[in-house]
């Protein structure tokens, strides 16, 4: 299994970026899907999930409105989108897949990817 995130990169705040990650080795289509971010010095924390159909979504509380997550199926990748960020955003940031159940939760995932680092200038 392979999850292989990009997008990541240096941005001022009040920018906008885009992180993808390609799955590939997995179900993708029955996998549900999370995004954490870890920042430095700090735990790995929840930042959005999606079901494998994309019917449901799940934002943490600190990015909801300012982050979206969505899912092609056909290309085997989830996005995130996040605007308005800001330099608390600074961190490393993971796709995750599982078959289970808590989306929020950082070990119900089976697969991660090796992050892709976002960081936010002020």
């Known amino acids: 299994v392979q999850l292989q995130a990009s997008g990541g990169g240096l941005v001022q705040a009040g920018g906008s970026l885009r992180l993808s990650c390609e799955a590939s080795g997995l179900t993708f289509t029955a996998a549900h899907m999370g995004w954490f971010r870890q920042a430095l010095g700090k735990e790995r924390e929840f930042v959005a999930a999606i079901s494998w159909s994309g019917g449901n979504k799940y934002y943490t509380d600190s990015m909801k409105g300012r982050v979206t997550i969505s899912r092609d199926n056909a290309k085997n990748t989830v996005y995130l989108q996040m605007n308005s960020l800001n330099a608390e955003d600074t961190a490393v940031y993971y796709c995750?897949?599982?078959?289970?159940?808590?989306?929020?939760?950082?070990?119900?995932?089976?697969?991660w990817g090796q992050g892709t680092l976002v960081t936010v200038s002020s």
């Open positions: 995750a897949a599982q078959y289970g159940s808590n989306v929020v939760r950082a070990s119900a995932y089976n697969y």
